[in-house]
């Protein structure tokens, strides 16, 4: 059985962990909701980084040359 200074405790160590990750999805130009991945067990943190650096991210300047 949960107790009430546990489920404090799992609260904030889940935004410790969603709060800055959706502000790296923020600035990328992502919809911030895409952090909850990181809740899957497992595979949401490789997901998330799979993401970041392999779709083109949407406030990207357009140059002439794709990296």
Not at 48 to 61: D, R, S, T, Y
């Amino acid at each position: 059985m949960l107790m009430l200074p546990d489920i404090f405790q799992i609260v904030i160590t889940g935004l410790l962990i969603l709060v800055p990750i959706a502000l790296i999805y923020k600035k990328a130009g992502f919809n911030p909701m895409w952090g909850a991945l990181v809740f899957l067990p497992g595979v949401g943190l490789l997901l998330i980084f799979l993401q970041l650096a392999l779709l083109p991210w949407p406030n990207q300047k357009q140059s002439g040359r794709e990296f």
